[in-house]
C-alpha cells in the first residue's frame, strides 16, 4: 500500500513538474494534456445533448413526446447516413486543406461548435401538434444538417489525439487522461438532467424540460471547447518543406492498400449492434423503474463503467497490447449479453449487462483512436503521405452499409409491438421478449466488432520503428532542403527507443552503403 501511495504521489509530483516542459522522452507538456482533456468536457456537453435526439425510438424526444415511429427515425438515420457519405469527399478534402497554420483539427473545433450547439437546439423547439409527415420532415431536414456539422466537429477532437504527438505511447497516455477528464461530462448530466426533469410536469417526457437544457448546455460545451482551440498544438513528423498536396483518386489508390485502417473500419461496421442494449436504458428508468430519484444515483453508478473501463484500457494495452486488448473488450460485450438472453426481464441483470457492455465500449474509446493514429503513421511510412481527413474515405463504405443497418434494431422494436405508442413498454409482455432480441443483436455485434482485431500485426514495437525510421527520413530532407536545424519538432525530445533504433537504422543504412561501393569496386 505505502509503495502504491508512493507511485500515485510520484506521478502527481510529476506532472506538475513537467507543466510547462514535457519531460524526457515525452513532447506534451502537462498544462496542455489539462486543455485537451477539459476542453473535451465541452466536446461531451454537446455530444450529450447529441445523444438525446439520436434517430431510434429510444430517444423519448423524438419517440415518446413527437410519437415518430421507429422505422422513420431508421429513415431519417438512413438519408443522414447517405448525407455523410456524398459530402465525406468534401470534409476529407477540408480536413487535408485546411487554411491557415493552426493545424487540420483545431481550426474545425473552433469554426464548427457554435452551429453544432444551434442546429441541436432547434430540434427541441418543434410542435408536437404538426402531422406525423410534417413532423418527421422537418426532423430529417435539420438532422442531416446538424448530423453533418456535429460528427465533423466532434470528429475534430478525436483527430486531435492523432496530432498531439507523434509518440504511441504518450498519445494513449494522453486518450486516457483526457477521456478520464471528459467523462465527467455526461455523468454529471445523466445524473443531474433527471432531477432538473422534475420540475417540470411531465418530467423527461416534458418537451419544455429538453428546451430548457439544450441551449443550455451545448451553449456551455461551446465555451469549454475554446480550451482545445487555444490551449494546444498539433506536433506531426514532417520536413520543414513538406507541403499537403493530396489528390483524392491518388490517396484513395494509396489509402485502400491500408490494411489495418480496413480493419478498423470493418470493425467499426458491427458496432450499432452494440447498442442493442445499450440504446434501452432510458426505456429501464422511465417504463421500469419510474422513479427520478434512484435513477440520479444509478445514473451516476453507470458512469463508472465508462471511467473504469478508460481508466483500465492503458494497463491492459501494456499488459497484452493493442489488438488484444481489443479482442477481449468486444468479447466481454458478447458474453454479457448472452446472460441477458436468458434472463431478459430481471432488472437488476439488465443493469449489471449494461454495465458490462459500457464498460467493453469504453475500453475501445481508448484502444480505437490509438490503433487508427498507429494506423495513420503506418501510411506515412509505407508512401509518405499524412492522410488524416482522405483516410475518412474508407469509412464511406461504413455508411453504406449502414444504410441497410440502421434498420435492423427499429424492425425488432416494431416487430415487438413498439410503434407509435410507446406506452406499450410498461408490459412486461412486450417488454422482456423484445429485450430478449436486443440481447442477440448486441451479442452477435460484439463478436463481429472482435473479430476483425485478429487480423492486426502492427505491434507496439514496430510501430516504434516506423517512427524512428520517419524521424530519419525527416531530418535527412531537411539537411537537404538547406537547414542547419534538421530537428522535425520545435517541442519534445525523441524517446530512447525511438534514438536507439535511429542509431540502428543508421548503422544499417551505412553498412548498405559500404557494400555498395565494395561491389562498385569490384
Avoid at 216 to 237: A, D, H, N, P, Q
Avoid at 389 to 409: D, P
Avoid at 485 to 504: K, Y
Wanted: net charge negative; proline share 4%; glycine share 8%.
Amino acid at each position: 500500500m505505502k509503495k502504491f501511495f508512493g507511485s500515485v504521489l510520484g506521478a502527481v509530483k510529476s506532472f506538475f513538474t513537467h507543466w510547462s516542459t514535457p519531460a524526457e522522452g515525452n513532447y506534451v507538456p502537462s498544462k496542455e494534456i489539462v486543455a485537451y482533456s477539459v476542453g473535451g468536457m465541452g466536446v461531451q456537453f454537446i455530444a450529450t445533448i447529441s445523444s438525446l435526439v439520436t434517430m431510434n425510438a429510444g430517444c423519448i424526444l423524438l419517440g415518446s413526446i413527437y410519437s415518430i415511429r421507429p422505422t422513420s427515425l431508421a429513415i431519417i438515420a438512413t438519408v443522414g447516413s447517405l448525407s455523410l457519405l456524398l459530402t465525406q469527399p468534401l470534409k476529407a478534402y477540408l480536413i487535408d486543406h485546411t487554411p491557415g497554420e493552426k493545424g487540420k483539427a483545431r481550426p474545425w473545433l473552433l469554426w464548427l461548435s457554435i452551429p453544432s450547439a444551434v442546429l441541436l437546439s432547434a430540434l427541441a423547439y418543434l410542435d408536437p401538434g404538426w402531422d406525423e409527415t410534417t413532423l418527421t420532415a422537418v426532423v430529417g431536414v435539420l438532422y442531416v444538417i446538424m448530423n453533418f456539422v456535429y460528427q465533423f466537429y466532434f470528429g475534430q477532437y478525436t483527430m486531435l489525439a492523432y496530432l498531439i504527438s507523434p509518440n504511441s505511447e504518450e498519445r494513449t497516455k494522453i486518450i486516457t487522461i483526457s477521456s478520464l477528464v471528459y467523462s465527467f461530462a455526461p455523468t454529471i448530466t445523466g445524473a443531474i438532467f433527471p432531477l432538473i426533469a422534475t420540475a417540470f410536469p411531465n418530467q423527461q417526457l416534458d418537451q419544455d424540460f429538453y428546451r430548457l437544457i439544450f441551449p443550455l448546455f451545448s451553449g456551455l460545451g461551446v465555451l469549454i471547447t475554446l480550451l482545445c482551440y487555444f490551449g494546444t498544438k498539433e506536433r506531426i513528423i514532417i520536413p520543414k518543406e513538406y507541403k499537403a498536396e493530396v489528390k483524392f483518386l491518388d490517396g484513395m489508390k494509396k489509402i485502400v492498400r491500408n490494411k489495418y485502417l480496413w480493419i478498423i473500419n470493418i470493425a467499426t461496421w458491427f458496432q450499432f449492434a452494440r447498442a442493442g442494449m445499450t440504446g434501452v436504458v432510458t426505456w429501464i428508468y422511465i417504463y421500469m423503474l419510474q422513479n427520478a430519484g434512484i435513477q440520479s444515483i444509478l445514473s451516476l453508478v453507470m458512469g463508472t463503467a465508462s471511467g473504469i473501463g478508460m481508466f483500465a484500457a492503458p494497463f491492459l494495452v501494456k499488459l497484452i497490447g493493442k489488438r488484444n486488448t481489443a479482442i477481449a473488450s468486444n468479447l466481454l460485450v458478447t458474453l454479457s449479453a448472452i446472460f441477458l438472453i436468458i434472463f431478459p426481464g430481471n432488472i437488476v441483470l439488465l443493469f449489471i449487462v449494461i454495465y458490462l457492455n459500457l464498460f467493453g465500449i469504453a475500453v475501445q474509446i481508448i484502444t480505437q483512436p490509438a490503433m487508427n493514429a498507429d494506423a495513420l503513421d503506418y501510411q506515412q511510412w509505407k508512401t509518405g503521405d499524412r492522410y488524416e481527413g482522405i483516410s475518412g474515405n474508407l469509412g464511406m463504405i461504413g455508411q453504406a452499409i449502414a444504410i441497410g443497418t440502421n434498420f435492423v434494431i427499429p424492425v425488432v422494436q416494431e416487430l415487438f409491438g413498439v410503434v407509435d405508442d410507446y406506452d406499450v413498454l410498461y408490459d412486461p409482455l412486450i417488454r422482456d421478449p423484445m429485450f430478449r432480441a436486443l440481447a442477440i443483436v448486441a451479442a452477435v455485434g460484439g463478436f463481429m466488432v472482435a473479430l476483425p482485431y485478429f487480423f492486426w500485426d502492427l505491434s507496439e514495437k514496430r510501430h516504434r520503428e516506423i517512427i524512428a525510421e520517419l524521424t530519419l527520413r525527416a531530418e535527412k530532407q531537411n539537411v537537404l532542403d538547406g537547414y542547419a536545424d534538421a530537428s522535425v519538432l520545435s517541442t519534445g525530445e525523441l524517446t530512447a527507443e525511438v534514438i536507439e533504433e535511429q542509431h540502428r537504422l543508421q548503422r544499417e543504412m551505412s553498412d548498405a552503403a559500404a557494400s555498395d561501393g565494395e561491389d562498385e569496386n569490384a
